[in-house]
């Protein structure tokens, strides 16, 4: 009779931590990640010489959030192609989002997103690129993927999982 009170209470006691499993803070760049999926890696935060950038894993599929330090530019909009087609260039993207993609919603923040494909040798490349100017910052949110029978299901977790960003204050650390 003991044994199952005690199972029971350890279910109840665990629940919570249970829950909260999937939350991430990411301090460094002002972003959480509401709906991370259970299976993912801790994020590793990097800084760069102009921003901070934090890297998760997914079996095949990476999620690769980047936060600019340097201000956005006056008037600088991810909806205007223009725009993009700079952002393209500056991060050696070939997705071409001056001409592709739609508008999204980025943790209550106009974002623009573009999704796409690319046949490889043996397998084919999958894309997710987000962009959004959050407190005159631009951020980059990006999941990409390699999957030689279709599209990899961790490719659509992470991209689902974007849904769930909400931003805060960047807490940082100084930089010595």
């Known amino acids: 009779m003991q044994r199952p009170r005690r199972r029971w209470l350890a279910v109840l006691l665990l629940w919570p931590l249970a829950s909260l499993a999937n939350e991430v803070d990411i301090p460094e760049l002002g ?3 509401t709906q991370l999926p259970a299976g993912a890696s801790k994020p590793q935060v990097s800084a760069r010489a102009a921003g901070y950038e934090a890297t998760t894993r997914l079996g095949p599929a990476v999620l690769d959030v980047y936060r600019e330090d340097v201000p956005a530019p006056a008037g600088s ?3 205007d192609p223009k725009y993009r087609a700079l952002l393209d260039q500056k991060f050696g993207k070939t997705l071409e ?3 592709q993609g ?5 943790g209550g923040h106009s974002g623009w997103t573009v999704v796409d494909l690319r046949d490889a040798r043996s397998a084919t490349d999958y894309t997710c690129v987000t962009y959004v ?4 910052h631009l951020y980059r949110l990006m999941v990409s993927a390699g999957g030689s029978d279709g ?3 961790e490719f659509d977790a992470l991209v689902k999982a974007l849904s769930g960003v909400t931003f805060e204050q960047v807490q940082r650390a100084n930089r010595g």
């Open 31 to 33: 972003i959480r990640l």
């Open 77 to 79: 909009d991810v909806a």
């Open 97 to 99: 989002s001056k001409a």
């Open 102 to 106: 739609a508008p999204t919603d980025v």
């Open 133 to 136: 100017i959050v407190d005159q």
């Open 151 to 153: 599209r990899p299901p």
